[in-house]
């Protein structure tokens, strides 16, 4: 017979006894099967890394794959040619304000791809020339959703990016929330099971977030209908996302009873949990398109209308290269206005090969 429960809770493993099930043949058979593909794979592979690598290692049906991935991502390192291309930005003045910045985009509504420096200094030339007005201005609201609750991946990615964890420690972690800690004389799990690649969660654990938000963050805050995600069509979706057991065990309660690795990554799932269930953030963006002759410059900027889930939890990025260009846009600026150029400045890049592997990106 077997019992199966996903979060080592008195509820979870009391209810786990009320529904125990036969042995399940086909789970035994797709046990058997990965371990067929691992011996499929590994008898092959492995004498081979024997005799070039090191005596011991093992591969198996994923970390021959991983390997796969990584050496083809060396080959186009090595294939890459670099492009050269330039890009040009300007400082426009405004009368009695401050200037702001602008790039240039366009020429005769044909997208400007400029490949060199000859080109470059003919069309800084030709712009010095040119006289520059506000052309218009746009204005719309852009809603930021919060990311789902975590997966094994998710979470592994988001410890390699915040916290710079390895995946082995992130996993070692995980399993002692997910074993639990004592509280009031029994143990308690912290976290439901880290294993799982779905983002489904339970209609109880729905309930007590919402009530939590309420209280933690008011009504503001709290979206009239629960945020449901779809889980990939790949996942297996044998076990819920990765949340913890009760939200009422809020990370800073629990933090002289954790160690400081174990505080850090509760914190982090519980954060992710929470404002999963949050409403949007509210940026309104504001472009601006600036003729000058037969180009185009824009200006794009972007303030925070409503903080929304960033109040609690904003999902890190490998590259952030949008949100640095985004600057402050002038915002009494109007269509048909004179503006003056201050300053161009031409600038050389060269296209990048894709980048190496970091654990994070690999995962």
């Not at 009320?18 to 011996?39: G, K, N, P």
């Not at 005799?51 to 991935?69: F, H």
């Not at 990048?352 to 654990?359: Q, V």
């Amino acid at each position: 017979k077997r019992l199966a429960f996903h979060e080592i809770t008195k509820t979870a493993i009391q209810e786990s006894f009320d529904h125990i099930r036969d042995i399940d043949q086909s789970l035994v058979s797709a046990q058997e099967t990965r371990r067929i593909l691992d011996r499929l794979v590994g008898y092959t592979v492995s004498p081979l890394l024997w005799k070039k690598v090191a005596w011991g290692l093992s591969a198996g049906r994923v970390q021959s794959v991983a390997v796969r991935l990584i050496c083809e991502r060396d080959r186009e390192i090595e294939a890459f040619e670099p492009q050269e291309y330039w890009s040009i930005e300007t400082l426009l003045g405004r009368s009695g304000a401050d200037p702001f910045r602008a790039r240039l985009l366009f020429n005769d509504g044909e997208k400007l791809e400029i490949t060199n420096q000859e080109q470059t200094d003919a069309i800084v030339a030709d712009l010095r020339t040119q006289t520059i007005v506000v052309k218009e201005v746009k204005t719309r609201d852009q809603l930021r959703r919060p990311a789902p609750p975590f997966t094994t991946s998710t979470l592994q990615q988001e410890c390699a990016r915040r916290l710079r964890f390895s995946v082995k420690r992130t996993m070692a972690v995980a399993q002692q929330l997910y074993e639990g800690i004592e509280l009031e004389g029994e143990t308690q799990g912290l976290i439901t099971y880290m294993r799982t690649d779905s983002v489904r969660v339970a209609e109880e654990a729905i309930t007590e977030v919402r009530q939590q938000v309420g209280e933690l963050y008011g009504a503001d805050y709290l979206p009239d209908q629960p945020n449901h995600y779809k889980t990939k069509k790949t996942a297996q979706d044998a076990h819920e996302a990765i949340r913890p057991t009760s939200v009422a065990l809020h990370p800073g309660e629990l933090k002289e009873l954790l160690s400081q690795d174990q505080a850090r990554v509760y914190e982090l799932i519980w954060k992710r949990f929470v404002a999963s269930q949050m409403k949007p953030q509210v940026l309104s963006i504001t472009t601006v398109n600036i003729e000058a002759g037969p180009y185009l410059l824009r200006a794009t900027g972007n303030i925070v209308k409503f903080p929304g889930f960033t109040l609690l939890y904003s999902e890190s990025k490998d590259d952030d290269d949008d949100d640095k260009r985004m600057q402050a846009v002038p915002d009494d600026i109007a269509q048909g206005e004179a503006l003056e150029l201050k300053e161009v400045e031409p600038e050389q890049h060269f296209t990048k090969p894709p980048p190496r592997f970091t654990e994070a990106s690999l995962v």
